[in-house]
């Protein structure tokens, strides 16, 4: 009993986990540029949507408690209200036409108007409003992007793909050219580079300075001068 009651607990915490993983999602798509309107769209009507929730509800109520006063002695679908609300709204997200078929044979007038007032209400005047809501939404979140970027000019596809292209043509180029570069050059030697002996200087002059340089392994400098006389 212990173990069973333990796997209901980890089941049921791993399904909410999982539809937490929903809502992160809207979270995750406003770091994605072609996303970011649906993550938008939903926050700017979140209040709407909450009260065309309570409207839905209350109008699904108030079918589910008609509909068990017509045919909650007859039906077990309508017996309750809790049987008769979900009766409702299985119709309503289905149009399932076993229901109908069961309340025509019970008073046909009745099934009629309950069947087809719910199915108009809810499918044309409910889902237009739902849509109505939603693309509002949609452009107040393309409104509002259009204003944080409209000092930003964002390069389009094309431009994209040519700059990427430049790009990768000009680094193999350079690297081409590097390559040429380095078969070109001569080695080096390994010893020591030897400085080559400056030409002898002419005769000092008056008023003039001589300075001699010779390079040898030791790199030693003399400096002679000679002031005129």
């Known amino acids: 009993?212990?173990?069973?009651?333990?796997?209901?607990?980890?089941?049921r915490l791993s399904f909410f986990m999982v539809m937490l993983m929903i809502f992160l999602m809207f979270k995750t798509w406003d770091g994605i540029p072609a996303m970011q309107g649906v993550s938008a769209t939903v926050l700017n009507a979140s209040a709407r949507l909450?009260?065309?929730?309570?409207?839905?509800?209350?109008?699904?109520?108030?079918?589910?408690?008609?509909?068990?006063l017509a045919f909650g002695q007859q039906m077990d679908e309508f017996h309750t209200f809790p049987n008769a609300f979900l009766t409702t709204l299985i119709v309503m997200t289905t149009g399932s036409e076993e229901t109908y078929e069961l309340?025509?044979?019970?008073?046909?007038?009745?099934?009629?108007?309950?069947?087809?007032l719910l199915v108009c209400i809810m499918y044309v005047?409910?889902?237009?409003?739902?849509?109505?809501?939603?693309?509002?939404?949609?452009?107040?979140?393309?409104a509002q992007h259009a204003e944080l970027n409209k000092n930003i000019v964002l390069p389009t596809l094309y431009e994209q793909t040519l700059d990427t292209a430049m790009y990768c043509s000009t680094s193999i180029r350079n690297r081409f050219m590097d390559a040429f570069k380095?078969?070109?050059?001569p080695p080096t030697n390994d010893g020591k580079c030897r400085r080559s002996s400056v030409a002898p200087a002419e005769e000092p002059t008056s008023g003039s300075t001589l300075i001699r340089q010779e390079g040898d392994d030791s790199d030693i400098i003399e400096v002679l001068a000679v002031e005129a006389i």
């Open 103 to 116: 309340q025509r044979d019970i008073d046909p007038f009745i099934a009629s108007v309950w069947h087809w």
């Open 50 to 68: 909450f009260s065309f929730g309570i409207i839905l509800m209350c109008l699904l109520t108030l079918f589910a408690g008609g509909a068990m």
């Open 182 to 185: 380095s078969e070109k050059t």
């Open 1 to 11: 009993m212990l173990v069973a009651n333990s796997q209901t607990v980890i089941r």
């Open 125 to 142: 005047v409910c889902l237009n409003l739902l849509l109505c809501i939603l693309v509002d939404a949609y452009g107040e979140a393309r």
